[in-house]
């Protein structure tokens, strides 16, 4: 803000997250400064996060500066039929606003549920690791020990598990966000859990660029009134492979082409 004050700037405020933020880290608006110093600031706010009315796409734009909030009206164009919002979404606005808070309140509590039991899961499964968020609904989780590009991640759980979550990168959210995935974890705990075992099984087929592999076959005796007990530390099932084997007992390795045996 001093910056701003010194060099005569505008601030840009979104506070369209600002209900979505958890009790260890609770929202702080600039605001707090005081009206007076935040005369030059121009914030916004929508009811998609919060409520849940995205389709209505209803949202508004709020300043302590009277005369420049008159300038806004006036520059957006929002009083015109085409520029302005529709009737019912005014009317569902108001209505979260002014009645529906108690909604969010027990939308923030089945967040902080899943939140807690996503970031516990994904820090328990290998080469994976995700941070507990203070805000929002979602996780940005970090896949860069796979070595892949997050494109080719998500593509591959899509087609193997039909898992589908949305890649870091360049396309989405900049360079600095490849090696990272994006989860929504707004939704209900079974549909969150059942993505989650997806997500903890689709990648059980990627070993990097090589892979070690024994097969021991070993005999002993033993006394006819004891079975023999053998504990495999590792599923088989999520370890299936295809080789093709040729006659001069050469092989290719047809299902796990990233790696070498």
């Given at each position: 803000?001093?910056l701003?004050?010194?060099?005569?700037?505008?601030?840009?405020?979104?506070?369209?997250?600002?209900?979505?933020?958890?009790?260890?880290?609770?929202f702080?608006?600039?605001?707090?400064?005081?009206?007076?110093?935040?005369?030059?600031?121009?914030?916004?706010?929508?009811?998609?996060?919060?409520?849940?009315?995205?389709g209505?796409?209803?949202?508004?734009?709020?300043?302590?500066?009277?005369?420049?909030?008159?300038?806004?009206?006036?520059?957006?164009?929002?009083?015109?039929?085409?520029?302005?919002?529709?009737?019912?979404?005014q009317?569902?606005g108001?209505?979260?606003?002014?009645?529906?808070?108690?909604?969010?309140?027990?939308?923030?509590?089945?967040?902080?549920?899943?939140?807690?039991?996503?970031?516990?899961?994904?820090?328990?499964?290998?080469?994976?690791?995700?941070?507990?968020?203070?805000?929002?609904?979602?996780?940005?989780?970090?896949?860069?020990?796979?070595?892949?590009?997050?494109e080719?991640?998500?593509?591959?759980?899509?087609?193997?598990?039909?898992?589908?979550?949305?890649?870091?990168?360049?396309?989405?959210?900049?360079?600095?966000?490849?090696?990272?995935?994006?989860?929504?974890?707004?939704?209900?705990?079974?549909?969150?859990?059942?993505?989650?075992?997806?997500?903890?099984?689709?990648?059980?087929?990627?070993?990097?660029?090589?892979?070690?592999?024994?097969?021991h076959?070993e005999?002993?005796?033993?006394?006819?009134?004891?079975?023999?007990?053998?504990?495999?530390?590792?599923?088989w099932?999520?370890?299936?492979?295809?080789?093709?084997?040729?006659?001069?007992?050469?092989?290719?390795?047809?299902?796990?082409?990233?790696?070498?045996?």
């Open positions: 803000m001093s701003c004050e010194k060099y005569n700037l505008y601030i840009m405020n979104d506070e369209i997250w600002s209900d979505i933020a958890f009790p260890e880290e609770p702080r608006s600039i605001y707090s400064l005081g009206s007076k110093r935040c005369r030059r600031v121009m914030s916004v706010f929508g009811f998609s996060k919060s409520f849940g009315i995205a209505l796409r209803a949202g508004c734009v709020y300043t302590t500066d009277e005369k420049l909030f008159e300038q806004i009206v006036e520059n957006s164009d929002v009083m015109s039929t085409a520029g302005g919002i529709a009737s019912i979404s009317i569902a108001t209505a979260c606003m002014s009645k529906c808070y108690y909604w969010v309140d027990a939308f923030l509590e089945h967040l902080k549920k899943n939140r807690d039991y996503a970031v516990d899961r994904l820090n328990q499964m290998p080469m994976i690791k995700a941070y507990r968020p203070h805000a929002t609904y979602l996780l940005y989780v970090d896949i860069r020990a796979f070595g892949m590009k997050s080719e991640f998500t593509d591959y759980m899509k087609e193997k598990v039909k898992l589908a979550v949305v890649s870091g990168g360049e396309k989405f959210f900049g360079s600095g966000s490849e090696g990272y995935i994006r989860i929504c974890f707004a939704t209900s705990h079974e549909i969150l859990e059942e993505g989650l075992n997806r997500l903890g099984i689709g990648p059980q087929g990627l070993t990097g660029n090589s892979s070690v592999m024994g097969v076959i005999s002993a005796a033993r006394h006819p009134s004891t079975i023999g007990v053998a504990v495999s530390t590792g599923c099932a999520h370890r299936r492979g295809t080789l093709l084997v040729h006659a001069d007992l050469s092989f290719e390795n047809l299902s796990h082409t990233r790696s070498a045996l």
